[in-house]
């Protein structure tokens, strides 16, 4: 075949990939090169077969490479989703995309999803304490009332500590304490002694230092290992990394280190299905092995322990916690870039954007559930 041929083929199959985009696209209300902020702009005239061919994950990394450009990615993710246009992918390419689907969580192998979490957890703290608030709190404010992104954190230690019904003197576990500002705020508000667990030697530290002279103690231990007894347990943003196959385990965890009377308060994203809720471009570069529970999931693993006393949804403040932290980020890049690379600024970007799209367009969840072993006149959960 000759040169003249191949060149041919190539820019007839390009233009095809392009027809295809360019339909789903108009779908969602998005235009290839138009004026709105929900636009795209093409810079690489293959990056749709590499979307349509490898799915998030080639949407995620083309975005990093610089082969496409948005002003506004969160519309952009929050158009794509509420048209529903993952499921519109015409038939011919899904068996492609289920190839290329399983070829990728299969690479995922436990060295190299640890060394891509080293790449987010262990990010420096230059980042994390410019971009989050004074608790340090890398989970979903409380926006009820509040007006700005300290006051929302706020907001939500105290509806965590309110929702316990703490009192002075308890002895509360916190599953998965990161920096230790709840645990802080608990100890600090309530009186209560509050005891940390974390698998991460620099967050023990951290958690340490911020919580010295309270009555915190933060211990470097898998929660599996767990085995006292506490008045009030709680869980923020850890079960997302826990996966279907420990739930059970989890939960029975919990229920044998809670006291009969007590109370556990899960704070966790969620997913509207049942079904293994791992984006590869997420699980490859932001949160290795994580997945999102549903609704069922969560029940069926905490019925045999536990009485469900509520289920608060708030998924929608999680859209104004990401944009706040996105705004801080844009706003520390400056003083922080000489410390990453540019495809690490536009794949943190891309990361916030695209789940402030998710929560908006109501795709995924934010959820409070609050259980007890079955409380004697029930409980009056605040809002």
């Known amino acids: 075949m000759s040169h003249t041929s191949l060149a041919v083929e190539s820019s007839t199959q390009r233009d095809a990939w392009w027809r295809i985009a360019e339909t789903l696209l108009d779908e969602a209300g998005i235009t290839i090169n138009g004026s709105g902020a929900a636009d795209i702009q093409v810079k690489n005239p293959n990056v749709f077969k590499r979307i349509l061919q490898q799915g998030s994950l080639g949407l995620g990394e083309s975005y990093m490479d610089g082969w496409w450009e948005c002003e506004r990615l969160d519309l952009f993710f929050t158009r794509i989703l509420n048209a529903g246009l993952d499921t519109k992918i015409p038939h011919h390419l899904k068996d492609v995309l289920r190839i290329l689907w399983a070829r990728t969580v299969n690479l995922q192998s436990r060295k190299r999803a640890w060394i891509v979490g080293k790449e987010h957890y262990d990010l420096g703290n230059d980042l994390f304490t410019r971009m989050l608030d004074p608790f340090m709190q890398y989970s979903c404010g409380y926006w009820k009332t509040a007006t700005d992104l300290a006051s929302a954190q706020q907001a939500k230690l105290r509806l965590i500590g309110e929702k316990l019904q703490l009192r002075p003197g308890m002895k509360v576990l916190d599953i998965g304490c990161g920096w230790g500002g709840l645990a802080e705020f608990l ?74 009377d007590g109370l556990f308060l899960l704070h966790s994203i969620g997913s509207n299905k049942t079904d293994m809720n791992v984006d590869p471009w997420i699980n490859k570069y932001i949160f290795p092995n994580g997945c999102l529970p549903s609704v069922r999931q969560i029940a069926d693993a905490s019925e045999p322990h536990f009485v469900m006393e509520d289920w608060h949804n708030f998924g929608p403040d999680y859209d104004k916690t990401l944009m706040a932290w996105y705004q801080r980020f844009l706003t520390a890049w400056p003083e922080i870039a000489s410390n990453y690379s540019p495809r690490f600024k536009r794949m943190f970007t891309y990361y916030l954007n695209a789940c402030a799209g998710a929560f908006r367009s109501r795709d995924i969840q934010l959820w409070q559930v609050v259980f007890s072993h079955g409380t004697e006149g029930g409980l009056r959960v605040p809002r």
């Open 187 to 260: 100890a600090r508000e309530y009186g209560v002694s509050v005891y940390g667990v974390t698998i991460s030697r620099e967050q023990q530290a951290l958690a340490q230092q911020r919580c010295a002279g309270l009555d915190v103690t933060i211990l470097l231990k898998d929660y599996r290992d767990l085995n006292e007894q506490f008045d009030r347990i709680v869980s923020v943003g850890m079960f997302e990394h826990v996966g279907p196959k420990n739930y059970a385990t989890y939960f029975s965890v919990v229920a044998r280190n809670l006291n009969p």
